[in-house]
């Protein structure tokens, strides 16, 4: 298990069926009930996954909403990506091409980096109080 | 008077290694493609279908005994067809069909899908006066030849001096697929739904471009677009769309609200609720993906799987011949004389 800052990276298992996802489900469940949980699974290495380990995924995505966090997919192989659109899941989730984007795209708006004192929208629109003095 | 001679056989590894172009060339290839039923009807009983029409004075029929099963299908009791050498029972029946003085026989290893006509091959080869005319297009050679019975050597095996002919090529005019790989195999659906070629649905036509065969069941609410094709005892529960080229084949079952795009799903299969199948090829358990090239064995039998009660064929489909000769296994022909 990788962590980058508060986005936990997951490796999703080879076998992703019945035991497998369960035993998954027992590793993954205590990092889904903190405070807004911001998970990444990687699913470069699943070859096969069952509708267990579909579910396993969708209570994934819905533990982490109900707790304000996040869950995305991320570096689907060609299996993962044929098994979830067959089972018209594959737009629940939020899909990344590789786990580092994935991780960003949880800080493209960077809340936390803005100084404080500046308000929220300086960092979209600039200094309105500038623009304001030159027109 | 002519003859005939089909046979099917699984390639040599020398030769399916020639292939360059099969994407699954890592995986073993299931099944034998001429033997698929395909909007109705097999290749390989489409050419059997076609030679007997064509009244040809011998037919004989021989099929690999481990591609049998393949073929259930293609002709009726094609068990009594099967051998474990079929060049071997060739090469019997064309010496059978020189005892009997004839003088060309049309030798057709089922695999490609060839539209030409057997009596423009017959007489081209009759006119070049040689012992083999084998037909082409233009990415190469085919497996159909027209011989003169008299090439038969104890000496030498068939198939070498078949493959080892040159020229005269009989150019085929007509529209051919090589059936080389499951991607082919689509295209010939396609072709065949969008009228590019004489690969026609066996069943009735509907609606412009929707083909459905005997005992086809959509339900309620179920969109059916052209051009699709649902086939005998098929079942479309409701909800479901069928579209862009896809064929339900016999006995297939697709449940309530699954879609299906550009996708095959082979006889006797059955497609869960709620499924999204596209640029697909389903048959029983396993999914074979054309846009990613991934075949995968699907274990959970809600999503997909092979229909038990895979019931046989209706009453009143083609039977061969009833004159066709089975007293040896290896050897069968007709003689409508």
């Known amino acids: 298990m990788l962590t980058s800052g508060p986005v936990i ?17 027992q590793e993954v469940g205590p990092l889904l009930e903190s405070n807004r949980p911001r998970v990444v699974l990687e699913c470069s290495q699943v070859r096969s996954m069952d509708s267990a380990g579909v579910e396993t995924l969708l209570h994934c995505l819905e533990e982490a909403l109900k707790r304000d966090g996040d869950l995305k997919l991320a570096a689907l192989s060609p299996e993962a990506e044929v098994i979830l659109e067959l089972l018209r899941v594959a737009r629940v989730f939020e899909i990344y091409p590789t786990s580092e984007e994935a991780v960003r795209s949880f800080n493209a708006i960077p809340v936390d980096a803005l100084p404080q004192e500046s308000p929220w929208y300086s960092g979209v629109f600039g200094d309105l109080g500038a623009l304001k003095e030159a027109s | ?21 099969f994407p699954l060339s890592t995986k073993p290839r299931r099944r034998f493609l001429a033997g698929v039923e395909l909007l109705g009807q097999s290749v390989f009983g489409r050419l059997v279908q076609k030679l007997e029409d064509a009244a040809f004075d011998h ?3 021989f099929v690999e005994s481990s591609l049998a099963p393949d073929f259930d299908d293609a002709v009726s009791d094609v068990d009594g067809y099967a051998t474990t050498d079929v060049w071997r029972g060739a090469e019997r029946s064309l010496i059978e069909a020189r005892e009997a ?6 030798l057709v290893r089922a695999g490609a899908y060839v539209e030409f006509d057997p009596s423009d091959l017959i007489q081209l080869h009759r006119e070049s006066g040689n012992f083999i005319t084998r037909a082409c297009d233009e990415h190469g050679p085919l497996d159909l030849w027209a011989i003169h019975p008299d090439i038969v050597d104890e000496s030498r095996i068939l198939s070498a001096t078949l493959y080892g002919a040159g020229e005269p090529y009989y150019r085929v005019p007509g529209y ?11 295209l010939l659906v396609a072709d065949g739904l969008s009228s590019r070629c004489g690969f026609r649905p066996r069943g009735f036509e509907v609606r412009p471009g929707v083909w459905m065969a005997h005992g086809a069941d959509v339900g309620r609410g179920a969109r059916v677009v052209a051009p ?11 909800q479901c769309l069928i579209t862009r080229c896809s064929n339900i084949e016999r006995n297939c079952k697709i449940d309530y609200g699954t879609v299906v795009e550009d996708s095959s799903v082979l006889t006797g299969t059955y497609m869960g609720i709620g499924l999204d199948l596209c640029h697909s090829i389903a048959d029983g358990n396993c999914l074979l993906n054309l846009n990613r090239e991934v075949m995968l064995q699907i274990e959970d039998p809600v999503v997909m799987r092979q229909m038990r009660n895979n019931k046989p064929r ?3 489909y083609r039977q ?17 004389s």
């Open chain 2, 1 to 21: 008077m002519p003859g005939a001679i089909v046979i099917a056989g699984r390639e040599s590894r020398e030769e399916s290694s020639t292939r360059s172009n």
């Open chain 2, 314 to 316: 209706a009453e009143g």
């Open chain 2, 101 to 106: 003085g004839i003088d060309c026989v049309l």
């Open chain 2, 228 to 238: 699709a094709f649902v086939g005998s005892d098929a079942k479309v529960s409701e």
């Open chain 2, 320 to 336: 061969l011949p009833s004159n066709f000769r089975r007293g040896e296994a290896v050897l069968s022909v007709a003689d409508n």
């Open chain 2, 176 to 186: 051919v697929n090589r059936l080389q790989n499951l991607r082919d195999l689509r």
């Open chain 1, 9 to 25: 990276v997951m490796q999703v298992p080879e076998q992703f069926t019945g035991g497998e996802a369960h035993n998954f489900m």
């Open chain 2, 59 to 61: 037919l004989s029929i």
